[in-house]
């Protein structure tokens, strides 16, 4: 079952003389974990934001998530129900005093029954191992701790689709650690992701990846895929992920017969290559 049915969509800001988004086509199928990479101005955000009813596209011949028709004035809205966003920025969605009062607040919108709320904020709160964080003021949290509140807050409201929008981007590598294993965590469990990054070991947590350049996409298809069309990513500024940029040293060297694209691999491959 396909929960994000997209094809033609295009969006225009207003002023500019081009669209940010041309004739896009893009299916995601519930349960599958999408990776969405390109250059800065590709439309990644712009994507993002109209998948979460945060804008409104200026024209689709079909613009359907989770059923909602993007282009229709009650679709635009009721999507948000369904979907939730997760931007770069958690102090831009954290709005209680405390973490609870934050994890709370999208239920007690929903206006649900007192019980209710609290269990759902000590389920979210262990899940994501704030619970000794209960009553802290979100400006006292690390980075980390910051993004998994928004998160869990994003989430504490059950959705059928999260759109993360470079989540990781303005974190410590623990900080990212902490979100990148909260993201892998929902996705084990069945919530379809929409992840946009531009760190290409991120992409490797996906099923698939789509490329955008200029408004449209260029490329749809698995994370190793994609890695190994190099003129590809050469063209939409990408590089590789760390490990494989080592690979590909070792490739040229003679050491590596192949492109590995995760550590492990790379350790196996060196370690069956040893006399």
Same mark, same amino acid.
């Given at each position: 079952? +396909? %929960?994000i049915e997209?094809?033609?969509?295009r969006?225009?800001?207003?002023g !500019?003389?081009?669209?940010a988004l041309?004739?896009?086509d893009?299916?995601?199928?519930e349960? &599958? =974990?999408?990776?969405v990479?390109g250059?800065?101005?590709s439309?990644? +955000?712009t994507?993002? @934001?109209?998948?979460g009813g945060?804008?409104r *596209?200026?024209?689709?011949a079909?613009?359907a998530v989770?059923g909602?028709?993007l282009c229709d004035h &009650?679709?635009? =809205?009721?999507?948000?129900?369904?979907?939730?966003? %997760?931007?770069q920025?958690?102090d831009?969605?954290l709005v209680?005093s405390?973490?609870e009062e934050?994890?709370?607040?999208?239920? /007690?919108?929903l206006?649900l029954? +007192?019980?209710?709320?609290?269990?759902r904020?000590d389920?979210m709160?262990?899940?994501?191992?704030l619970?000794?964080?209960?009553?802290? &003021? *979100?400006?006292l949290?690390?980075?980390?701790q910051?993004? @998994?509140?928004?998160?869990?807050?994003?989430?504490a409201?059950?959705?059928?689709?999260?759109?993360?929008? /470079? *989540?990781?981007?303005?974190?410590d590598?623990?900080?990212?650690d /902490?979100?990148?294993a909260?993201?892998?965590? /929902?996705?084990d469990?069945g919530?379809?992701?929409?992840?946009v990054t531009?760190?290409?070991?991120?992409v490797l947590?996906?099923?698939?990846?789509?490329?955008?350049?200029?408004?449209r996409?260029?490329?749809?298809?698995?994370?190793? !895929?994609l =890695?190994?069309?190099?003129?590809?990513?050469?063209?939409? +500024?990408?590089?590789?992920?760390?490990?494989? $940029?080592?690979?590909?040293?070792?490739?040229? @060297?003679?050491?590596?017969? $192949?492109?590995?694209?995760t550590?492990?691999?790379?350790?196996?491959?060196?370690q069956?290559?040893? *006399?």
């Amino acid at each position: 079952m +396909s %929960l994000i049915e997209i094809r033609g969509l295009r969006y225009r800001y207003a002023g !500019a003389d081009d669209d940010a988004l041309h004739d896009l086509d893009l299916t995601v199928s519930e349960g &599958e =974990f999408v990776a969405v990479v390109g250059a800065n101005g590709s439309g990644k +955000s712009t994507l993002a @934001r109209l998948l979460g009813g945060l804008a409104r *596209p200026a024209g689709a011949a079909r613009a359907a998530v989770c059923g909602h028709d993007l282009c229709d004035h &009650e679709g635009h =809205f009721a999507v948000r129900r369904d979907v939730g966003v %997760l931007f770069q920025n958690p102090d831009n969605q954290l709005v209680g005093s405390t973490v609870e009062e934050d994890l709370a607040f999208g239920l /007690e919108n929903l206006a649900l029954p +007192s019980p209710e709320i609290a269990r759902r904020v000590d389920e979210m709160l262990a899940l994501y191992g704030l619970e000794a964080l209960r009553t802290r &003021e *979100p400006h006292l949290l690390s980075g980390g701790q910051r993004q @998994r509140t928004a998160l869990a807050g994003v989430l504490a409201v059950p959705r059928r689709v999260l759109v993360l929008d /470079e *989540p990781t981007a303005m974190l410590d590598p623990a900080g990212r650690d /902490e979100v990148l294993a909260a993201v892998r965590r /929902e996705a084990d469990h069945g919530l379809t992701v929409v992840f946009v990054t531009q760190e290409m070991d991120e992409v490797l947590m996906a099923d698939r990846v789509v490329a955008l350049a200029s408004g449209r996409a260029v490329f749809d298809g698995a994370p190793a !895929a994609l =890695f190994a069309e190099r003129a590809l990513l050469l063209s939409l +500024s990408l590089g590789l992920p760390p490990a494989a $940029e080592v690979g590909l040293a070792l490739m040229e @060297r003679g050491v590596l017969a $192949e492109l590995t694209l995760t550590l492990d691999d790379l350790v196996a491959a060196l370690q069956a290559g040893r *006399p």
